[in-house]
């Protein structure tokens, strides 16, 4: 199994642009997040999805977008880029379900500057 | 107040040594409980669960005390290896959410 993949490994933006971050899981876990992380802030959650169609906002929502077409894939789009959004990009995946102990399975990550 | 708060470090110990890390959470409806390892420019990993008896595996040991909201970490016997940032991690199972903390720094010394 890969466990959780994402691409790209690198990103550099200009202010304004738009772009994707791809995450994909193999495990057939239902829960999937997106978090940022930041210098001396750990990691903040940006937008998570529980199933298939089913997404819900994190602590710092603002400026991002998720889908959830698939159980497999989990999306972030950035609208328009901007300088605060510069940081380390994190998905993960899930185990087990609400009601549960679950672990997190995290990607190695995505790092976005953004000029 | 944060959700859960860590002593930043770093901590600087010799190898062979016992170091601990403590960490607090402010919701007691908190219900499970991770120490994550991440290392330099990598992603976390999960290092142990924390079960309300305790726990260990190997030279790590975890403890909840539940009654003053805090979780700990004992590291015995430290190996070079052993240097990375500690996240302590918080889940409440009626919510979807992970609150992390943002780490304690263990740098291992020959």
């Known amino acids: 199994n890969a466990g959780v993949t994402q691409t790209p490994k690198f990103q550099v933006l200009k202010t304004g642009q738009s772009m994707t971050l791809q995450c994909a899981q193999d495990m057939n876990h239902e829960y999937m997040s997106w978090y940022r992380q930041d210098p001396g802030m750990g990691l903040r959650l940006i937008h998570y999805?529980?199933?298939?169609?089913?997404?819900d906002q994190g602590e710092v929502p603002n400026g991002y977008n998720v889908s959830r077409s698939t159980t497999e894939d989990f999306p972030l789009r950035l609208l328009s880029a901007a300088p605060s959004q510069t940081s380390v990009y994190f998905c993960a995946s899930t185990s087990g379900r609400q009601g549960t102990v679950r672990e997190q399975y995290f990607g190695p990550g995505t790092r976005l500057t953004v000029t | 107040r944060k959700e859960v708060e860590q002593d930043p470090g770093p901590f600087n110990v010799p190898e062979g040594a016992t170091v601990a890390f403590n960490c607090t959470y402010s919701n007691s409806a908190s219900q499970s409980f991770f120490w994550y390892r991440q290392d330099c420019r990598k992603e976390p990993k999960l290092l142990m669960s924390v079960y309300s008896s305790g726990n260990e595996d190997g030279r790590f040991t975890a403890q909840l005390n539940r009654a003053s909201q805090y979780i700990s970490l004992l590291i015995r016997d430290s190996k070079l290896s052993d240097s990375a940032t500690y996240l302590c991690?918080?889940?409440?199972?009626?919510?979807?959410?992970?609150?992390f903390g943002s780490g304690t720094k263990l740098n291992v010394k020959p």
């Open positions: 991690v918080v889940n409440r199972y009626n919510f979807n959410k992970f609150y």
């Open positions: 999805s529980v199933g298939a169609g089913i997404t």
